[in-house]
Structure formats: C-alpha cells, structure tokens
C-alpha cells in the first residue's frame, strides 16, 4: 500500500504536474464567473515557474543531502561485502532495444566496480526490481548482467535482488538475501543525495553498513546565485523535493531510524 500511495502522491505533487494543473484549470476559470480565481491561480503558476527558473532552490534543497555524508576516503582493509542501490537504468527501454539504457547515476555501477576490484574477496549485491507503479514485468537487476560484463565484473559473483520496489525494500530484502552476521563490514553504494536516507532504511533494517555516496550533482559550496533555466530550474527543485518528502514520510511510517540519519560517530 506505501509504494502505490507514495507513487499516486508524488504523481499529484511533482512540481512540473502540479503547473500544467493550475495553468490548465486557472486558464479555463478564465472563461468562467470565477475568472478572479482564475487569474489567482494562473499567476501563483506564473510566479512559481519564475522563482524555480531563477532561484537556486534546487540547489538548497540538495545542498544539506548531498553534504551529509563525506567521501568515504578511508576504508577497512578488509570488507565483507559491497551493496549497491538501483536506479540506473530504464529497463523496460533496455529489454526493448537490446541495449543497457543507462541513466544519470552510472557512477553507482562504476564505483562499484572499482571497489570490486579493489575487494576481490568481498560479496558483491545488486539490489533493485521496478519501481514503477504499473510495469512490475521487467526488473533492473535481470537486465544489467551485459553491462557488468562490459565493466569487467564476474557477474556469478555478484548476487542479483530483483523484487524490491523502493529504498526501504531495497534495505529489506537485502538484509534477507544476505544475512549478515554481526561484526561483518558492508559497503553500500547509492547517489549522495540519497544516501541520507538509504543509510536510514538499511539501520532500520539491522544492518549498519559503510556509506559510499557517489553520482554528485554540486560543488558542496555554492553560494546564492541567480539564472534564468527553467528546465534545469524546475529538474533539480522537483529532485530535492522528491527526496526531502521521503525522508518525511520515511520517518513518519517508521522506514529510517531518524528523519535525517547522520554519520555514525
């Protein structure tokens, strides 16, 4: 029931949708007897889509994720194994083409094979099935093997979880593929303004891994800037947002051990 509320939710919110919904019913009002309210609701629209397209607001959003987490810059010597999240690349577009169609995250997938290599005697999970609301048919992991190949990974090392649907049962089903043992050392890959709230879902889940977080969108310095890109504008505010309510509504349903898990001291 959360993932279908959650998709159904972030589908009426998502910034770009709920523009076309007030400029499509502000622009019929207009030729209503509520024309005042649709003038209100066409230029609330207007005015949102110039402070997105002028306003670094994505970039505030992203800012405090992205910074959570520093650069894993001193490992173990010795780990046990290496986690990484899906969301790298569209599957169904993958299946269809008979090529990896790969999206803006492949950090996660080359950093992962990197420390593979750097590892070579570490447990290797892939973690990620579809987590789209309607196609359940084709999983992200039972369509990557040709790419680790490419990579140069041996892909009977590498443990494939395809069923679940989104970060917390990325967590979840992981934790039952594997079944650490307690003291064992696991790397976990994700994009950096993800990781706040993956590391949640795997604490709660029992398991307290080793953030990795990759796939940067920003300096980690930048100050209060004006533009003018409304596409880009629009992109990155609609990304922050997406990713703050989930840690909202993460912790609220008891998904992350804390509304914004920090690093272990």
């Known amino acids: 029931m959360f993932f279908v ?9 998502n910034p770009g949708n709920l523009l076309a919904i007030m400029l499509g019913l502000g622009g019929w009002l207009l030729w209503t007897r509520w024309r005042r309210a649709g003038r209100w609701l066409v230029s609330l ?10 306003l670094p607001l994505g970039t505030r959003l992203y800012l405090p994720l992205e910074n959570r987490f520093p650069v894993a810059a001193d490992l173990p010597e010795r780990i046990d194994g290496i986690i990484v999240l899906g969301g790298v690349v569209n599957q169904f577009v993958t299946q269809a083409r008979g090529q990896v169609a790969l999206g803006g995250a492949v950090e996660r997938l080359t950093e992962f094979a990197a420390l593979a290599r750097r590892y070579p005697d570490a447990k290797l999970v ?3 099935g579809s987590g789209n609301l309607v196609r359940q048919d084709v999983k992200e992991a039972d369509v990557l093997r040709p790419f680790f190949d490419v990579l140069g990974l041996d892909t009977d090392r590498i443990l494939f979880e395809n069923q679940s649907r989104n970060t917390y049962e990325n967590a979840v089903a992981t934790f039952g593929l594997v079944k650490p043992k307690p003291g064992e050392r696991w790397i976990l890959i994700t994009s950096a303004f993800h990781m706040p709230r993956a590391v949640g879902c795997f604490r709660r889940a029992g398991w307290r891994v080793i953030p990795y977080p990759v796939d940067f969108n ?3 310095d930048e100050t209060f800037e004006l533009a003018f890109d409304f596409a880009g504008g629009i992109t990155a505010f609609a990304g922050g947002l997406h990713e703050w309510l989930g ?3 993460y912790w609220l349903t008891g998904k992350t051990d804390t509304f914004l898990p920090a690093p272990d001291v």
């Open 126 to 128: 892939f973690t990620g």
């Open 5 to 13: 509320v959650s998709k159904v939710a972030w589908f009426i919110v």
């Open 45 to 54: 629209a207007v005015l949102a889509a110039l402070a997105m397209a002028t």
């Open 247 to 249: 840690l909202t509504f």
């Open 218 to 220: 920003f300096e980690g």
